[in-house]
């Protein structure tokens, strides 16, 4: 299947050169001449090994300065790697920062003209597609003006019409969802949706959360230069938005976890456990539990809730969502809405368990968020197992008789 | 295919960023060198008295124009191609592109516009009445086919070592000068005395004013090995500067 792989990277690594006096630059100079590939230098990414096949989307995240840019300017070309190697197949449009090769005196249109010909389109092809990009671009009379003229906005909203009219296999855009109002990042995350829809392949730098989950079926954490996980979409931005939460102080963190999640289209406000929003609830056997949580939605459309019941170590027991037993969440306000599970006699037995909730969509496609509680059951019981489950004896009799009966029956 | 309209591309824009907001647009292209060579056509002529060159010579001013237009080409198209990647950090920081185009396009564009005002002035000096031999002006374009060459060369390796070392660009110009004070530009190798009229052989650009003059004004002959000579020269030139383009391309963006 190596074949279908639109990008491969092995052992991928770059370092910048260390250079402060003019006397470094002439030494670095004399040494490249001489054919040596090793100056004094600083590595800013390690041992990158990623594969991104074809129709597959790769969220790139990380801190400010943990390799994101660099990693993509290793992919388009724009920088050699100092170790490893980069294999980059099909066509490839990228969207590095504000405004990739821009010339600020000319006016939209000739820049239109000078970014497909850098992109490898004849006059020809230019002058086809240029209307489609004027449109898609949408800023009026501005495409006319220089780009110096522009908004950061206009300058995006050009570079990204320009993306599109490429009719790339890959496309690598750096954080610039980010800076297009409103309309015009829905415009391009739909484009982008089509283009994924349609077999597209994209390498996404956010810090977006929801841009990511929104966009990629995969996430790579970078952390100073390295790969620190890379996997399911969900699972990595959750570790990284627990890594930032740990990371930062408490009260600061608090803020930034909040901002992070609420960028989701769904989180969890809380979890309570007969009421009590504690970190961990003992409760007797067979007694009842009721689990509660509020769900806050971004766009105010209808989550599905999903409550789930594992052991200690991770088996699971028990889960169910509102929308299989054909229910949806009370709406507390605008924008939260409620769920309550009640377990009469909760037939678990004696042990630690963990209650988890996680918000859906309304499509029951996408996961959000998790917020555990544990569960403490304390009891006498001797069964073996995790629950009771509903049991009759017949062809039996009592214990208690039965031992009676053979004591007379020797006496 | 696409290299070559990215090329056609980047010379447009360097034609056009050189009179960009500039009033007379184009015509600085011809104005900038006759301004030149009235300047210096009066201070030789009537300040310092030079000698009127070789008795076949149809006078100065046609003299200069065949030293005056080829050294501009070439001095003009290494001066910027020095600073071609400096001034196109930004570009190369996010667009991968063959960097040789960019140096390519600058020399290119120096030519063109050096290349058309030659011609333009050959032929109104031939309407003056100046015996030019306008029938040979396609064979002068190859002499300034092979000057290209010797200019693209060291337009490449100056450009690269440009990026490490910043030094080259403000000291270029006073190097220039030197080297065309060094060459036949304002005289003719005879005014030299004898035993160092030798030394111009080492001069590489000496070919050049040599060549035109001989083919335009049929003044001097060349040998067929200054020919040999300097036509390997301006390829070993080229594939200096290549060699050493190639060999610090990859570290470019380290050091922008």
Excluded at chain 1, 246 to 264: D, F, P, Q, V, Y
Excluded at chain 1, 307 to 324: A, H, L
Excluded at chain 2, 239 to 252: I, K, S
Aim: with cysteine; glycine share 8%; charged share 20%.
């Amino acid at each position: 299947m190596n074949d279908t792989a639109l990008v491969e990277t092995r052992h991928l690594g770059k370092s910048y050169p260390l250079v402060f006096r003019s006397r470094d630059r002439l030494r670095a100079l004399g040494q490249l001449l001489a054919g040596r590939r090793q100056v004094n230098s600083v590595p800013v990414l390690e041992d990158v090994s990623l594969q991104v096949r074809r129709g597959e989307s790769l969220g790139l995240i990380g801190e400010n300065g943990a390799g994101k840019s660099t990693l993509l300017k290793l992919l388009t070309g724009v920088l050699t790697p100092t170790t490893g190697s980069v294999r980059v197949s099909g066509r490839v449009a990228a969207l590095l920062e504000l405004g990739a090769g821009f010339h600020p005196e000319y006016s939209g249109r000739e820049n239109i003209a000078l970014s497909a010909a850098l992109h490898g389109l004849s006059a020809t092809q230019i002058r086809e597609k240029a209307d489609a990009i004027i449109g898609f671009a949408d800023i009026g009379r501005y495409i006319d003006e220089p780009v110096k003229h522009y908004s950061s906005g206009m300058v995006v909203r050009l570079g990204f019409a320009i993306v599109t009219a490429l009719e790339p296999e890959l496309l690598i855009t750096d954080e610039v969802l980010a800076v297009g109002d409103e309309s015009f990042q829905k415009k391009c995350v739909r484009w982008i949706e089509d283009y994924l829809g349609g077999g597209g392949t994209l390498i996404l730098v956010s810090h977006s959360m929801y841009h990511v989950q929104k966009l990629c079926q995969k996430a790579c954490w970078l952390r100073s230069g390295r790969v620190e996980r890379h996997g399911d979409v969900f699972e990595v931005t959750q570790a990284y938005l627990a890594y930032l939460e740990r990371k930062s102080n408490k009260a600061e963190t608090a803020r930034g976890i909040a901002e992070a999640r609420s960028m989701l289209e769904f989180h969890l406000l809380d979890l309570t456990l007969n009421g009590e929003s504690s970190d961990t609830l003992v409760v007797a056997q067979g007694s009842t539990l009721r689990v509660r949580t509020r769900v806050h939605s971004r766009d105010g459309r209808v989550p599905i809730v999903v409550f789930g019941v594992v052991r200690g170590d991770g088996t699971p027991v028990y889960g169910v969502s509102t929308e299989m037993d054909g229910r949806a969440p009370l709406r507390e306000s605008e924008t939260v809405y409620v769920a309550e599970l009640t377990f009469p006699e909760l037939p678990l037995l004696p042990g630690a368990y963990v209650i988890k909730a996680h918000p859906l969509d309304p499509e029951g496609v996408r996961l959000f968020d998790t917020i555990e509680c544990n569960l403490l059951i304390r009891g006498e019981s001797r069964e073996l197992g995790l629950v009771r489950l509903p049991h009759v004896w017949s062809q039996s009799v009592p214990l208690a008789a039965a031992r009676r009966a053979a004591d007379t029956g020797h006496g | 295919m696409s290299a070559l309209s990215l090329t056609a591309h980047f010379v447009r824009r360097e034609v056009r960023n050189r009179y960009l907001g500039s009033i007379s647009g184009g015509a600085w292209a011809l104005l900038q060198p006759l301004i030149q060579l009235g300047v210096y056509g009066f201070v030789f002529v009537y300040v310092f008295h030079s000698p009127v060159p070789g008795a076949n010579a149809p006078g100065f001013v046609p003299f200069l124009v065949m030293g005056l237009w080829p050294w501009n080409a070439f001095a003009e198209a290494v001066t910027r191609s020095t600073t071609a990647i400096q001034d196109n950090a930004a570009l190369i920081g996010k667009v991968a592109l063959p960097r040789e185009l960019l140096v390519l396009s600058t020399v290119v564009a120096s030519f063109l516009i050096q290349i058309l005002g030659f011609c333009a002035i050959c032929v109104a000096l031939r309407l003056f009445g100046i015996p030019i031999h306008l029938v040979a002006l396609p064979v002068a374009l190859l002499g300034y086919a092979q000057l290209f060459v010797f200019a693209l060369g060291c337009g490449l390796m100056l450009a690269a070592l440009q990026v490490f070392v910043r030094d080259l660009a403000p000291a270029l110009p006073q190097m220039l000068m030197l080297w065309m004070f060094a060459s036949p530009v304002f005289y003719e190798r005879s005014a030299l005395p004898e035993r160092y009229q030798g030394w111009l052989d080492w001069n590489p650009f000496t070919y050049y004013p040599e060549f035109f003059r001989s083919i335009l004004l049929q003044s001097g002959a060349q040998t067929m090995v200054a020919h040999v000579v300097s036509f390997l020269v301006a390829m070993l030139v080229l594939a200096m500067g290549l060699a050493v383009f190639r060999r610090l391309e990859p570290f470019f963006e380290d050091f922008l």
